[in-house]
């Protein structure tokens, strides 16, 4: 249905997930144009690559388009989609231009709860590093690239695949990693065991997969494996028959080494420059899909995980002013915990956690689990919760989630407004001092703000 020949309009451009879309797709050839809220360095930078790109959103917008896309942030209601009904143009959405950018190719598809970033990112460096030229498309910044998304001249493509809005069903791609499942999204599923027979379905009703790699860490997904009938790879950390493992694993604060084993043979050691002991777990689904489904050699394996960089904040530090300062997009309790339990092996007097509750029915699910995660920080700092598009509950409000923490044993400080944030925490957090924002970039901006006063800059 989605040819290659039409024009595209994306709705919500600047975005970290649309803008890698549209900006493979233009390398490829197809005519795209777009549209945002504001001005950023992504519209500037698809600007630059010569994509027609126009700031505030109007029903002109669209003109010159055969098809208008967007992704599950884009109400019904946004007047560039109430536009294409209206002149009876298709819509379409992201997932479907993300399966366009992968046809022809030799795709690995990776998806699940956390995760899936950094292994996608892995998966790309080890191709990358194999002088095999992959095309990806990831929902943040790869370090060692300085891009989320580009087109190579090879034949594989790598993607982050989004399970969070049921969106993945719209995929087919030839290799697949379930890097972990856990309850989440409550927005678009009822529960775990939906998110499970969501996911179920995704593998089996997939006609081009051929190898399929679990991570066999997460009891998620080893709640899925009992409900397909493919046949799969185990990866992971944990005891027992695995087909590729991460043993031995060493977390050095700065960076994270382990054992690479390949069913029962040892390979070899490999030292990740990256913090968190939890992305030897990442590593080794990367090496399940680029030894066990792409043939790669394990000394290519290890060449590429030794120098991978990350993904611009994950896990992202920045010392300045005698603070550590730590950004994470993480906001999943799972997440978060793996993330304090690594702070805490790297030097620091206290750790302030900083933090904006996002959606109430996550936070209604999760409440104690957060406050069992953030308990490994000494400070917590709230800013009012963060609905998105869910309608709100009663009784599940920030003063409530507070409450929860403090119950949990966690020193709350409840700062409302995000300005408000820095000025709070200057001269409180003290030199030796960790602060750790998990959030989006709106923290982001604020956190990298405050580093560059911390340093004196201009």
């Given amino acids: 249905m989605w040819s290659r020949e039409r024009t595209y309009h994306f709705v919500g451009i600047g975005g970290i997930g649309v803008s890698a879309v549209a900006r493979v797709l233009h390398q490829q050839g197809v005519a795209v144009q777009g549209s945002d809220v504001r001005e950023s360095a992504i519209t500037e930078a698809l600007r630059e690559m010569g994509i027609p790109v126009t700031i505030g959103h109007a029903k002109a917008n669209i003109d010159g388009a055969d098809v208008v896309v967007h992704s599950t942030a884009v109400p019904h209601d946004n007047l560039e989609r109430v536009a294409a009904r209206e002149q009876g143009k298709p819509e379409a959405h992201r997932s479907d231009m993300l399966g366009l950018a992968l046809s022809d190719r030799i795709s690995v598809g990776v998806t699940g709860t956390h995760g899936k970033g950094t292994v996608s990112a ?10 095999l030229d992959p095309t990806f498309l990831i929902g943040g910044m790869l370090n060692n690239y ?31 990693v379930v890097n972990n499942i856990e309850v989440d999204h409550l927005n678009f599923y009822s529960g775990l065991d939906d998110i499970i027979g969501t996911m179920a379905e995704f593998i089996e009703k997939n006609p081009a997969l051929e190898s399929l790699a679990l991570n066999w860490d997460c009891p998620g997904v080893r709640q899925l494996a009992e409900r397909i009938e493919r046949p799969y790879m185990r990866y992971g950390t944990v005891d027992g028959p695995l087909d590729f493992a991460a043993r031995a694993v060493e977390d050095h604060g700065d960076a994270v080494s382990f054992d690479a084993w390949r069913g029962g043979a040892r390979l070899g050691r490999i030292r990740l420059p990256i913090p968190g002991n939890y992305n030897a777990d990442n590593a080794a689904g990367a090496m399940a899909i680029a030894m066990g489904s792409l043939g790669l050699p394990f000394e290519t394996v290890k060449a590429a995980l030794d120098t991978y960089r990350g993904l611009e904040n994950r896990f992202t530090v920045r010392r300045a002013g005698g603070l550590t300062i730590v950004k994470d997009y993480i906001s999943h309790p799972t997440g978060m915990r793996r993330v304090l339990q690594s702070a805490k ?27 069992e995660a953030m308990s490994a920080a000494d400070d917590l700092v709230i800013t009012r919760m963060y609905a998105a598009e869910e309608r709100p509950l009663d009784g599940i409000d920030t003063p409530w989630f507070c409450d929860v923490l403090r119950k949990g044993g966690n020193t709350v400080h409840y700062v409302e407004e995000n300005p408000a944030v820095v000025p709070y925490l200057d001269g409180r957090a003290k030199p030796g001092d960790m602060v750790v924002f998990f959030g989006g970039d709106d923290f982001f901006r604020m956190a990298d703000a405050w580093a560059d006063r911390l340093d004196g800059a201009p």
Wanted: with cysteine.
């Fill in 345 to 371: 092996l790297m030097p620091h007097e206290r750790i302030w956690c900083v933090f904006k509750p996002y959606r109430f029915t996550l936070m209604r699910y999760h409440g104690e689990e957060y406050a």
């Fill in 122 to 131: 892995m998966i790309t460096h080890c191709l990358v590093t194999a002088g």
């Fill in 146 to 176: 300085g891009t989320n998304a580009r087109v190579g001249q090879g034949r594989h493509a790598v993607a982050e695949v989004d399970e969070s809005d049921r969106s993945h069903l719209n995929l087919r791609p030839r290799h697949v």
